[in-house]
């Protein structure tokens, strides 16, 4: 699972049932340090994306001969949620199954190199949530060349002064939890840029060694960016509680590495919000210097 802990594993099971489809068992934590750190008592839709992540991963290792020291990285994802009132935490855990199409896939040399894989994820006789993702597989070595000559041609200054980006409290994110806080408060006069703060020693988004910030911090910045974004922007007679909110759908492309060394930044590029202030649409960027990591487009919406 590319892990460390196995409190961050939470694929049970897989199952190779025909041609290119395959099931997955998980089991979601109804306790985590990360995703139970949330004003609503539900899992976290970004958990469900987590699974499917996860869900990829080992099954490139079991059935596509994808090498144990091959890297293997994100190149989008795209997730629906079947229903605005999310899986409540109950008194058991979740015991989830994920359906995996993989309509497109690149083999060389019998392993995966490039792969579309399309996810049905449920519980019981209910779908939780549609997702469909890309991802790459490349030896270290091919990956370690492609790094290296990526580094030296990025130009990575500061392009922002964030010198008054002030922290944010945990309760303006919908977190209790200082530590789960990956963003810094807007600086800009328009309240639309994000620098971000990054923390390799958080257990769950840092579980082990990597030379960049991973797919999984950067959709957790464009996450709270857009939630901060817009709350602050929704009339105050008409301001709904942080907790009735919940994602509905994310899209995200990764378009190149985040480096370590120097700031991430998120800006908004718009908001779109209903007229009864029910849904909001917001769409992001993540830049670094002069390079853009990645665009996110998350809809929200309000009970």
């Known amino acids: 699972m590319h892990k460390s802990s196995i409190h961050e594993v939470f694929i049970t099971d897989t199952r190779h049932v025909g041609a290119d489809l395959f099931m997955a068992a998980a089991q979601l934590p109804r306790q985590h340090a990360l ?69 497109h896939k690149l083999v060389k040399t019998d392993a995966l190199v490039e792969a579309v894989l399309v996810y049905v994820v449920g519980l019981d006789d209910r779908v ?42 945990p309760s303006s994110l919908g977190r209790y939890d200082r530590r789960n806080v990956v963003i810094n408060d807007s600086f800009d006069d328009e309240g639309r840029i994000y620098p971000a703060r990054i923390n390799r020693d958080h257990p769950g988004l840092f579980d082990h060694e990597v030379d960049h910030v991973s797919a999984v911090v950067l959709a957790e910045i464009c996450r709270q960016a857009s939630f901060r974004h817009f709350t602050q922007g929704v009339p105050t007679r008409k301001q709904k509680r942080f907790a009735d909110w919940e994602i509905v759908r ?54």
């Not at 492609?146 to 041609?153: A, D």
């Open 35 to 103: 995703y139970s750190d949330r004003a609503r008592n539900s899992y976290d839709p970004l958990l469900i994306a987590e699974v499917c992540r996860q869900a990829a991963i080992v099954m490139a290792h079991q059935y596509f001969n994808v090498p144990m020291g091959w890297l293997l990285l994100a190149d989008k994802v795209d997730m629906k949620v079947s229903t605005k009132d999310f899986l409540v935490v109950g008194r058991r855990p979740a015991n989830v199954s994920v359906s995996v199409r993989v309509p």
């Open 250 to 303: 994310f899209r995200m492309d990764f378009t190149d590495f985040a480096e370590f060394e120097a700031p991430i930044y998120c800006r908004v590029a718009s908001v779109d919000m209903s007229e009864q202030n029910k849904e909001v649409d917001v769409a992001l960027e993540l830049v670094q210097g002069s390079a853009t990591l990645g665009r996110a487009d998350i809809l929200w919406a309000c009970e």
């Open 128 to 169: 939780l949530a549609h997702v469909r993702a890309e991802m790459k597989g490349m030896p270290r070595s091919v990956y370690a060349l492609m790094r290296e000559i990526n580094k030296s041609n990025k130009n990575i200054s500061n392009p922002f002064d964030s010198l008054d980006a002030e922290e944010l409290a």
